[in-house]
């Protein structure tokens, strides 16, 4: 791979202050790319899912994609010297060539040399689909010429205005997602005889039609042009109509639709959605809780796991019908669920509380190493034949019943998603309070100074192991769930790349923001659990993720407010800078002197 | 009996003695400044005030109680206040957010809004820019974000570490004269400050450090004129 990219590199001059330095540079990330997920074998698994059968896969539209973005971010990346339409195009043709260029480049090397003992998803099949099955030098003309034209599309469109581009994006995410999600929707869409016409319409059995695939683009594309074009200034002048109370009632219509949505959804979908959105919703918890840990008081934690599996075990030895449960040895009952739960999230946070006291003085990057470590105590301990009799080892506590409510069980993944989001929703408002708390105040304080926050007052400890226990005490919830939802808990369950996960998706959500949580979960959980057979990538795609946030949108897809303005605040403190440099220092300071002294 | 007394503290960074017995007291309502060269202790002497650094030996009182063994938020919450060394605000919080940080500790709502408000009149800059976030803020007046939070803590002794450090002579000039003010207003200040010629300007008293100890003091004015201060420190 990274032979492949030198070598493509090497044709282009090295030191030429050219207009085409740039279009060259995107033209080969791009085209680096498509190598890339050609070679790991990407393509090969995405190809084999189409968005529109027979027409395009999605390995397809990745393809497109990255020759469209080639052209896009040569428009977008413009100089602002730069003037006209023409050489523009010249440099997205270039770019887009140069990205279709390198898969050709592979597509020669995988028929000269037999790169397969090295990347065994170079197959010949693969081979035959990227030269379209017309042999290896027309193919790599054709790659190249539609590299080229791809190019100059995706320029043309990222240039367009906002009416029509929109529409276009808009118009092709709804046929991405219909196709790609497929099976979901078709099983959505299995009731009412006439929603069963329509799915027979938009779908064959193994995708969308290219009727169903124009259908969706025409309405998807036309509904965005209209409100893009009209609808929107309408919708808006008809809010500034109302008075504030109508206003506000407008507001509580949204929030109470989007709430609707949220509820009924999974009965709609069908239990494996439900099964998928409350793993979202537990990732949720734990991500609320971590966001407390690093997000607020700035306390990074790898060990967050640990505070999950005292909720789980917790909730299993209390309510278990197992040989290890507390009631089949000790004096102490078997209780209900519902007893179970508050204890576990009790029991979490004062583990999160004595976890907490050993790292106090601890800072930075080693604080990273340290939760880790006491994070594997935890399991180990767990797994160990020590405490085997009290925890049941490796083997795991089984029969952990589910919860009821009454005579009614809750027993399939829908209603206990429905317990997940009860949850969430009562943890989000606390976690929302504790933010605008004066403990909130004291956890921003520390994260962004903790010597000053000292001198302010605000007493570290305390603080601190705050943070760790009330932090725990959403992991713990999330464990309860997590064991009535499993019925059987295992030490294996409980591995640090859950600690990583979690503090993945509060890095993509947006450090610090409830609502970024959320998001984050959603990608980073969801998304994978919806396209399963990519699981191997599962964390190649993370770890791309994670690399393209921090250079795009460091502050994550929904930010805090705080976060938001610390980006602009290093924005704008170059900006001074700068300013200064421009004017020469001091044109500033004596309009502040003079108005210092007047006082 | 003076508000704050530092007796004859010695204070080890492992095993080097970086304070060698230093005596001084501050007197309510005065301007105390520290002056030295750096590297002298002057920094090490705040710290240990501030609790961060406990001297071997020695002891520091606030209104004649020890303050050995006390927490660093606590003796924050006694009445020491620190404007500390680079200011260091909180970048990405408002200019009334920083200032609220400062008032952590008091309960007295209504108090604190009218102290909020007296300090937007002192500093008729922060009023403007209340609501922006203090991280693009200039040198000054991140300056004056980080007195005004101490301020709102109502300080029996204000420390301020080294004020003038990295702003424009104007800007220094400007510090001083707020010292000057807030001074007159009541607030006893213990001024450490590498500029001795306008520390010595507008402290009632003055300790002169060297090597971790003090070598000489006096009334500001009388240092200032002292042959020995002008041929070391102002040159």
């Given amino acids: 791979m990274s032979v492949l990219s030198h070598t493509a590199s090497a044709h282009h001059p090295v030191a030429e202050p050219s207009p085409f330095r740039r279009p060259v540079k995107i033209g080969l990330i791009f085209g680096a790319i498509a190598v890339y997920i050609a070679v790991v074998g990407i393509l090969p698994l995405i190809d084999a899912r189409w968005i529109v059968v027979d027409v395009v896969s999605l390995g397809d539209a990745a393809l497109i994609a990255i020759g469209l973005g080639a052209g896009a971010a040569v428009a977008r990346r413009r100089a602002p010297t730069s ?147 009209s609808l929107r200034t309408q919708f808006h002048d008809r809010m500034a109509g109302l008075s504030p109370a109508q206003q506000a009632h407008v507001r509580t219509a949204k929030i109470i639709i989007g709430v609707l949505l949220v509820v009924l959804f999974p009965i709609l979908a069908g239990p494996y959605i439900g099964q998928v959105m409350m793993l979202v919703g ?80 601890v800072r930075g990057d080693y604080l990273a190493v340290a939760t880790m470590g006491l994070g594997e105590i935890v399991r180990v301990i767990v797994q160990s034949d020590m405490a085997a009799p009290l925890l049941a080892g490796a083997q795991g506590i089984l029969q952990i019943p589910k919860p009821k409510i009454g005579s009614l069980e809750l027993s399939d993944p829908v209603s206990l998603f429905y317990l997940t989001l009860v949850s969430s929703a009562i943890a989000a408002y606390f976690a929302w309070r504790l933010e605008n708390s004066r403990l909130g105040r004291a956890w921003m304080a520390v994260r962004d100074d903790e010597d000053v926050a000292q001198a302010l007052g605000i007493n570290l400890v305390k603080v601190k192991l705050l943070a760790y226990g009330l932090g725990a005490a959403f992991a713990g919830l999330a464990g309860s769930i997590f064991a009535v939802m499993l019925t059987s808990i295992y030490p294996s369950s409980f591995q640090l790349l859950i600690s990583i996960n979690v503090l993945a998706l509060i890095i993509v959500g947006g450090m610090g923001s409830l609502p970024g949580v959320v998001v984050g979960a959603i990608a980073l959980v969801g998304l994978p659990e919806l396209l399963r057979e990519f699981g191997e990538y599962r964390y190649l795609f993370y770890g791309a993720a994670l690399i393209i946030m921090m250079r795009i949108k460091p502050e994550g897809l929904w930010p805090s407010v705080t976060r938001q303005r610390e980006l602009r605040a290093a924005a704008g403190e170059l900006e001074e800078e700068e300013e200064a440099q421009e004017l020469g220092a001091g044109v500033e300071t004596p309009s502040f002197a003079t108005q210092g002294l007047e006082k | 009996m003076a508000l704050l007394e530092i007796d004859a503290i010695h204070v080890f960074y492992d095993n080097i003695e970086a304070l060698k017995g230093v005596t001084f007291s501050v007197d309510t309502k005065q301007i105390v400044t520290l002056v030295g060269a750096n590297g002298a202790g002057k920094s090490t002497t705040l710290r240990a005030i ?114 003038s450090m990295g702003l424009s002579p104007v800007m220094v000039e400007n510090v001083f004269e707020t ?33 971790g100890q003090i070598v000489l003091t006096g009334r500001g004015k009388d240092l200032l004129d002292d042959e020995k201060v002008q041929r070391a420190y102002l040159g």
């Fill in chain 1, 83 to 229: 003037s006209g339409l023409a050489p523009l195009a010249a440099q997205a043709l270039l770019a887009g060539a140069i990205a279709g260029g390198m898969l050709a480049f592979l597509v020669i090397a995988m028929s000269l040399l037999d790169l397969r003992p090295i990347f065994i998803a170079l197959s010949p099949m693969l081979l035959e689909t990227l030269t379209f099955g017309l042999g290896v030098p027309l193919g790599s003309v054709i790659l190249i010429v539609s590299g080229a034209v791809l190019g100059v599309l995706g320029a043309a469109l990222s240039l367009g205005p906002v009416t029509i581009r929109r529409p276009i994006l808009i118009g092709l995410s709804f046929v991405l997602v219909f196709g790609v999600f497929q099976e979901l929707i078709q099983i959505m869409m299995q009731f009412g005889e006439l929603i069963g016409d329509l799915r027979e319409t938009l779908y064959t059995w193994e995708g969308l039609s290219l009727t169903g695939a124009a259908i969706i683009f025409v309405l998807s594309a036309g509904g965005a042009y209209l409100w893009t074009k």
């Fill in chain 1, 282 to 361: 537990l990732y949720v918890l734990m991500g609320m809780g971590l966001n407390l840990e690093v997000g607020l008081a700035g306390l990074l934690d790898l060990g967050f796991v640990a505070f999950f599996a005292v909720g789980a075990y917790t909730t299993a030895l209390l309510t278990a019908d197992s040989p290890h449960a507390l009631a089949a040895w000790t004096a102490i009952p078997s209780v209900s669920y519902w007893v179970a739960m508050p204890i576990a999230v009790f029991c979490s946070v004062i583990v999160g509380i004595l976890f907490g006291i050993p790292v106090l003085g």
């Fill in chain 2, 50 to 163: 501030s609790g961060i650094l406990h001297p071997r030996s020695g002891d520091i009182r606030l209104d004649g109680e020890s303050l050995s063994g006390v927490a660093p938020h606590e003796i924050a919450a006694l009445g020491l206040m620190q404007v500390p060394e680079g200011r260091r605000i909180f970048a990405r919080l408002t200019v009334e957010e920083n200032l609220a940080m400062g008032a952590f500790r008091r309960r007295d709502r209504q108090a604190v809004a009218e102290d909020k408000e007296r300090m937007m009149t002192l500093f008729p800059r922060l009023r403007e820019r209340q609501k922006q976030v203090a991280g693009t803020l200039s040198g000054g007046e991140q300056q004056m974000v980080a007195t005004a939070r101490a301020l709102m803590g109502r300080p029996r002794v204000l420390l301020m570490d080294e004020p």
């Fill in chain 2, 179 to 211: 010292i000057r003010t807030i001074n007159e207003q009541g607030v006893t200040v213990l001024l450490v400050e590498q500029n001795a010629l306008l520390a010595l300007s507008i402290a009632d008293y003055a300790y002169v450090m060297e090597s």
